[in-house]
């Protein structure tokens, strides 16, 4: 990401914190509830940083590739390398995982076929093999729509096909919720979580003509939708906490990344310590979602509270222990994996380029 963009992967940051906050009680889960202390909001909403996520992805893929001419194989091999060879690690990791102490980080049963589908990121109608790739099938759903909006059309064009995608979603949960409609299984193919992926493109789409919004009013409008959402989400009719749910949440985050970016040049001027972690944090943003599930489910085991003496009232101390140890194994799997993949990835793309413009020069 460029770097004019630090303020996006701050974003990044904070979501993939609020998810691993969110889910640090499997950390605790061996320890009694008197000394365990949620964070307020986070430790019961952390779970729409995955909202967050996908907003961000909208943002960013309209980034790469508005004002130049798309091209699928670029946009293929990229995205494939930024995403499946690290999440296959953590599949195959559930696989042997289940398989060898029958520890469960996916589907109660783990099947091969569900392997399978999950190594290929496939929809799947129930958990896939690593619980937290359920978000992933949406990504590379949204991903595949883009694709072939892009080979035909424009960035436009892609925010036309997302927001109908979106709104039919929006309606099909709404008639779910009120019994209208028996539920079924569309692979996810019309998801509400589309509004999530409009909000980013629309961000990036209007980011000069929104540029004047002052980022305090924007990220305070932001908290104010969010909280109004998740208060209808507690109290209205079914129909109501749907749409609260799904559209209320994609306004939210979007003036987020509105506010983000337009904080974006004072920003620039300000180089503490904290600001490059967040952006450090962002950057490995990936490998963190991954690799906390693993790690803090597998920790809250009562094995281990033994193993290394914990008394009880150390419950947050050894929570916030393992989300720092998760913090620092994901920067470290960014640098000695993320980042030579996606170079690999890059230098497949200008070698094959290469070899193309070769042979049309013969």
């Not at 990044?12 to 061996?30: C, D, E, K, M």
């Not at 949406?138 to 729509?145: C, D, G, L």
């Not at 974006?264 to 962002?282: D, H, M, P």
Request: with cysteine; aromatic share 14%.
């Amino acid at each position: 990401m460029d770097k004019k963009l630090e303020s996006i992967q701050i974003l990044r940051a904070i979501a993939a914190l609020t998810v691993v906050i969110f889910h640090s009680h499997f950390a605790v889960a061996s320890f009694p509830a008197e000394y365990k202390f949620n964070v307020p909001f986070i430790g019961k909403y952390g779970y729409l940083g995955v909202d967050l996520f996908f907003v961000i992805s909208g943002f960013i893929i309209a980034h790469i590739t508005s004002g130049k001419q798309f091209s699928l194989s670029d946009f293929a091999a990229r995205r494939f390398f930024r995403i499946y060879p690290i999440y296959w690690v953590f599949c195959l990791l559930s696989f042997y995982l289940y398989s060898s102490s029958g520890l469960h980080f996916g589907p109660k049963e783990l099947t091969l076929e569900n392997l399978l589908a999950s190594l290929a990121i496939l929809p799947i109608n129930g958990s896939p093999a690593y619980g937290v790739g359920w978000s992933l099938e949406h990504e590379i759903i949204f991903y595949v729509t883009s694709a072939l909006v892009l080979c035909f059309g424009s960035v436009r064009h892609l925010a036309i096909v997302v927001g109908l995608l979106g709104i039919a979603g929006l309606v099909k949960e709404a008639l779910f919720a009120t019994g209208t409609v028996i539920k079924f299984w569309d692979f996810h193919l019309v998801s509400p979580f589309n509004l999530c992926f409009l909000g980013g493109i629309l961000a990036h789409s209007m980011r000069e003509r929104l540029s004047f919004i002052n980022p305090a009013f924007a990220l305070s409008a932001s908290a104010l939708v969010i909280w109004a959402s998740i208060t209808l989400m507690k109290s209205a009719t079914p129909e109501i906490r749907i749409i609260a749910r799904y559209l209320g949440v994609a306004i939210g985050f979007t003036l987020t990344v509105i506010g983000a970016l337009n904080i974006e040049t004072a920003a620039q001027k300000v180089s503490s310590l904290f600001k490059r972690a967040l952006v450090e944090i962002g950057n490995a943003s990936y490998s963190l979602y991954l690799v906390h599930w693993v790690i803090l489910i597998n920790m809250g085991r009562i094995k281990y509270k033994l193993m290394f003496g914990v008394p009880d009232w150390a419950a947050e101390l050894w929570r916030y222990s393992w989300i720092m140890v998760c913090i620092v194994i994901a920067i470290a799997m960014y640098h000695l994996l993320e980042k030579p993949l996606i170079r690999l990835g890059s230098t497949m793309i200008r070698t094959a380029r290469l070899a193309k413009s070769e042979a049309v020069g013969i």
